[in-house]
C-alpha cells in the first residue's frame, strides 16, 4: 500500500511539470478583433430592429394624421362642426401645432371665414352665432392668418370710403361681430387697424349731407362751410363736395353781383360799393368778384373819395397779454411789461385809431411797380384816394409764435369746426377754444363792425420768424419727426389769415438770437445771409413769397447814410437784392422818415426799395418821453394805458 501510494504521487509529480502550450500574440489580438466585430454587429442588428420598428410606428402614425386631417378637413367642407371639434380633440397637441402648415385645412378655414363675412347682420338679432360657419371660425379662429384678417377689414374699410353703403352703423356693427368672432385669436390690432379713420370719414360724412339740407335752404354760406370740411379721405364725399363748393361758390357770387349791378344801374354807386364788399371771403378767389370789386371801388372812391398826401403812419405791436397779471408778476414779468401790450390795451388803441380818423391800408397801396434794366422798381404814388378826413395807417403784428401760454398769452391759433379762426387760451389750467385771444382776432372783428377802419379790405402785416414755434405749432426743431405735420396745421392758419385780409413778411429766421447753427464768428453780411435763406428755404413754403422784411430788435444798418447817397450797407443791399423792397423797422420818426406820399424825393426811397419807421405801442414807450403818442397819432397814453399796468409800474 505505500508503494502504490509513492508511486501514485509520483504520477502526480509528473503531470504537474508538463510544460502548457504558447497562444501567439497574433491570435490574441485577433480573438479581441473578432469579438468587437460580433458585438458591434449585434448592436447593429438590435438598433435595426428598434429603428425599423420605430419608423413603422412613425409611418402608422402619419398615416393616421393624414386620416385624421383628412376627415378633419372633410368635416369643415362638409360644414360638420361636431364631427370636426371630435376629430380636431382627438389629436395630439403636435398634431394639432402641425395644423399651421397644412394648407387644406387653413384654406378650409379661410373659406369658412368669407362665409361668415357674407352674412347680412342684423345688430338686433343674434341667430347668426347659432350658423356652424360661424362657430367654427370663432373655434378655429387661431387658424387665421392676421393677414386675411387685415385684408378682409380692409375691403370692408374701403368700401366705406368709396360708396354710402354701408352706411357707418353697419360698419362698426361689422367691426364689433368681428371682435367677438375673434376673441380668442389675439386679432384686436387687425380689426381696430382704421377706426380712427372710420370716425373722421363719419364726422366729414355728416357735414356734407347737412350741407346738403343748408342748400336745400338756400343757406348757401353754411352749406360751404359744412362741405369745407369734407375730408380727401371719404373718397365717397370729397368729390362730390368739391363740384358742390364750385356750385355754391357760383350761386352766391351771381347773387350779389347781381345785385350790386341793379345799384349800379340805378345809378347808387354807394350800395353797389358796399354790396359787393360784404361779399364773404369764401368768394375772394371768385374771377367775376374780384374784376367787379376793382371795378367799381374804382368808380367809387374817385366820385366820393378825395385826395390824400403826406404821411403814411406806421405802428406795430407784440402779442398780446391776456391775463396781464399773470405775465407781469412771472418770473419774466420785467421783460413782458415792456415789450408787450394787454388786450385791454390793444382794444382801448383800435378804438382811439377810429376816433381820430385813421384807415388802415396796405403796404402795396402806396406804390406801383415798373421794370427798368429788367430790374424791378417802385413808384410812390403822387396820392391817395381816401374819405375825407382819414389819415392812411400801415398795421404791423411781431413775432406770432404764441410762446408764453403758460404766463397769460395765447397758446395757439386755430380753426374752428365751421373753418373760422380761433384761439386756444389756457384757463385756470383747461383750454379752452375762444375767439379774442390774439390781435388778429380782435381787429378782424373791429373792421368787420367799422369797415371804414379798413381801405380795400386791409388788415396788417404779420411778421414771422423761424426760431420759436409759429402760431403755437412746434415747427422750429428741423429734426422733430412730427414737423411736418405741425408745419401742416401751421399752413391751414396761414392760409386762413391771408384769406381774411393779412400779409406776411419775413422777420428773420433766429431775430438775432444766438443758435449753435450759426458761427459766431459770422458778420453781419455772413449771418443775414445764411439767416435769410433758412426763411426761404422753411417759413417760406407756409407762409408764401414776400417782398416785406420786417428787422428784428428794430435793427436799422446805416440807412441814414442813404440819405447823402452812401449807399454801401452790405446787409441793406443784401436784403433788396433777396426781393425784399419794403423794410419795416423801429423808429419815432413818423413825419420824418414816412411822409412820402406826394413828396418829391423822399428821405427813405431809394428806386427799388422803401424803408419805413414803426411806432411800437408797448411798455418801453408808455413811459417814453421824446416823442410821445398824442404828437404823432393824437391821442395821449392815458387813454389806452391798462390800469393793471400801472399796478406795476413802480415794480419796473
Keep these: 500500500m505505500k508503494k502504490k501510494t509513492q508511486k501514485n504521487s509520483a504520477k502526480k509529480s509528473k503531470t504537474k511539470t508538463k510544460p502548457k502550450k504558447a497562444i501567439s500574440k497574433f491570435s490574441y489580438s485577433m480573438g479581441k478583433i473578432i469579438l468587437v466585430i460580433l458585438f458591434v454587429a449585434v448592436v447593429a442588428l438590435a438598433l435595426y430592429f428598434i429603428l425599423d420598428g420605430s419608423l413603422k410606428l412613425i409611418n402608422k402614425r402619419h398615416i393616421y394624421n393624414e386620416k385624421s386631417v383628412g376627415a378633419l378637413v372633410m368635416a369643415v367642407e362638409k360644414n360638420d362642426y361636431d364631427k370636426a371639434v371630435e376629430i380636431y380633440e382627438q389629436l395630439s397637441e403636435e398634431d394639432k401645432i402641425s395644423l399651421h402648415n397644412n394648407q387644406s385645412f387653413l384654406t378650409a378655414i379661410d373659406n369658412k371665414f368669407s362665409e361668415v363675412l357674407s352674412y347680412e347682420y342684423d345688430s338686433d338679432k343674434n341667430d347668426y352665432k347659432e350658423e356652424n360657419e360661424y362657430k367654427f371660425v370663432q373655434y378655429f379662429c387661431r387658424f387665421l392668418h392676421p393677414a386675411t384678417v387685415r385684408e378682409n377689414v380692409y375691403y370692408f374699410f374701403n368700401t366705406f370710403k368709396l360708396y354710402n353703403s354701408p352706411p357707418y352703423e353697419n360698419f362698426k356693427n361689422f367691426i364689433g361681430i368681428l371682435n367677438e368672432l375673434l376673441k380668442d385669436g389675439n386679432f384686436e390690432e387687425q380689426i381696430n387697424l382704421y377706426n380712427n379713420e372710420v370716425e373722421a370719414i363719419r364726422e366729414s360724412r355728416e357735414q356734407y349731407f347737412k350741407g346738403k339740407v343748408y342748400e336745400e335752404q338756400q343757406d348757401y354760406n353754411n352749406a360751404y362751410l359744412c362741405y369745407a370740411n369734407v375730408v380727401i379721405e371719404d373718397t365717397y364725399a370729397y368729390e362730390l363736395a368739391k363740384e358742390d363748393i364750385a356750385r355754391i361758390k357760383g350761386l352766391m357770387a351771381k347773387e350779389i353781383l347781381d345785385q350790386a349791378r341793379t345799384f349800379e344801374s340805378e345809378g347808387d354807386l354807394e350800395n353797389a360799393y358796399y354790396t359787393i364788399k360784404s361779399a364773404p371771403d369764401l368768394l375772394s378767389d371768385v374771377p367775376e368778384i374780384v374784376e367787379y370789386r376793382e371795378y367799381i371801388t374804382n368808380l367809387y372812391q374817385r366820385a366820393n373819395y378825395v385826395p390824400y398826401t403826406g404821411v403814411v403812419y406806421n405802428i406795430f405791436f407784440h402779442s398780446l397779454a391776456l391775463y396781464p397779471d399773470i405775465a407781469f408778476s412771472s418770473s419774466r414779468g420785467r421783460e413782458l411789461f415792456d415789450i408787450m401790450t394787454t388786450r385791454y390795451e390793444f382794444r382801448k388803441t383800435l378804438e382811439k385809431l377810429y376816433e381820430h380818423g385813421f384807415m388802415l391800408i396796405n403796404v402795396t397801396d402806396i406804390y406801383e411797380i415798373y421794370i427798368k434794366d429788367g430790374k424791378e422798381h417802385l413808384k410812390i404814388k403822387e396820392q391817395l384816394l381816401?374819405?375825407?378826413?382819414?389819415?392812411?395807417?400801415?398795421?404791423?403784428?411781431?413775432?406770432?409764435?404764441?410762446?408764453?401760454?403758460?404766463?397769460?398769452?395765447?397758446?395757439?391759433?386755430?380753426?374752428?369746426?365751421?373753418?373760422?379762426?380761433?384761439?386756444?387760451?389756457?384757463?385756470?389750467?383747461?383750454?379752452?377754444?375762444?375767439?379774442?385771444?390774439?390781435?388778429?382776432?380782435?381787429?378782424?372783428?373791429?373792421?368787420?363792425?367799422?369797415?371804414?377802419?379798413?381801405?380795400?379790405?386791409?388788415?396788417?402785416?404779420?411778421?414771422?420768424?423761424?426760431?420759436?414755434?409759429?402760431?403755437?405749432?412746434?415747427?422750429?426743431?428741423?429734426?422733430?419727426?412730427?414737423?411736418?405735420?405741425?408745419?401742416?396745421?401751421?399752413?391751414?392758419?396761414?392760409?386762413?389769415?391771408?384769406?381774411?385780409?393779412?400779409?406776411?413778411?419775413?422777420?428773420?429766421?433766429?431775430?438775432?438770437?444766438?443758435?449753435?447753427?450759426?458761427?459766431?464768428?459770422?458778420?453781419?453780411?455772413?449771418?443775414?445771409?445764411?439767416?435769410?435763406?433758412?426763411?426761404?428755404?422753411?417759413?417760406?413754403?407756409?407762409?408764401?413769397?414776400?417782398?416785406?422784411y420786417i428787422t428784428p430788435g428794430g435793427k436799422n444798418y446805416s440807412v441814414a447814410k442813404y440819405i447823402d447817397g452812401d449807399r454801401t450797407d452790405s446787409c441793406y443791399n443784401y436784403l433788396v437784392d433777396a426781393g425784399y423792397q419794403i423794410i419795416l423797422s423801429v423808429g419815432r420818426g413818423q413825419f420824418y422818415a414816412n411822409n412820402i406820399i406826394g413828396v418829391a424825393n423822399p428821405r427813405f426811397f431809394f428806386g427799388t426799395s422803401l424803408f419805413m419807421d414803426r411806432y411800437n405801442i408797448d411798455g418801453k414807450s408808455f413811459y417814453k418821453t421824446d416823442v410821445v403818442l398824442e404828437q404823432v397819432f393824437g391821442f395821449p397814453y392815458s387813454d389806452i394805458i391798462d390800469p393793471i399796468r400801472e399796478k406795476y409800474k413802480q415794480s419796473y
Design 386 to 548: 381816401l374819405p375825407e378826413g382819414k389819415k392812411p395807417l400801415i398795421m404791423s403784428f411781431d413775432n406770432m409764435a404764441c410762446t408764453h401760454a403758460s404766463v397769460g398769452f395765447c397758446k395757439m391759433l386755430t380753426l374752428d369746426d365751421s373753418n373760422n379762426l380761433a384761439s386756444i387760451v389756457t384757463i385756470e389750467g383747461v383750454d379752452t377754444l375762444t375767439y379774442d385771444g390774439e390781435h388778429v382776432l380782435i381787429l378782424y372783428d373791429f373792421v368787420k363792425k367799422h369797415p371804414d377802419f379798413s381801405y380795400n379790405n386791409a388788415m396788417a402785416v404779420i411778421g414771422i420768424s423761424g426760431y420759436e414755434s409759429m402760431f403755437g405749432y412746434a415747427t422750429a426743431d428741423l429734426n422733430s419727426p412730427s414737423r411736418q405735420s405741425e408745419l401742416d396745421k401751421a399752413k391751414k392758419v396761414a392760409d386762413k389769415l391771408k384769406e381774411m385780409g393779412y400779409v406776411f413778411a419775413n422777420h428773420s429766421y433766429y431775430h438775432y438770437t444766438k443758435s449753435s447753427d450759426i458761427p459766431e464768428s459770422y458778420t453781419d453780411l455772413q449771418w443775414i445771409n445764411y439767416d435769410t435763406n433758412l426763411w426761404k428755404e422753411h417759413i417760406e413754403p407756409i407762409l408764401g413769397k414776400t417782398n416785406i
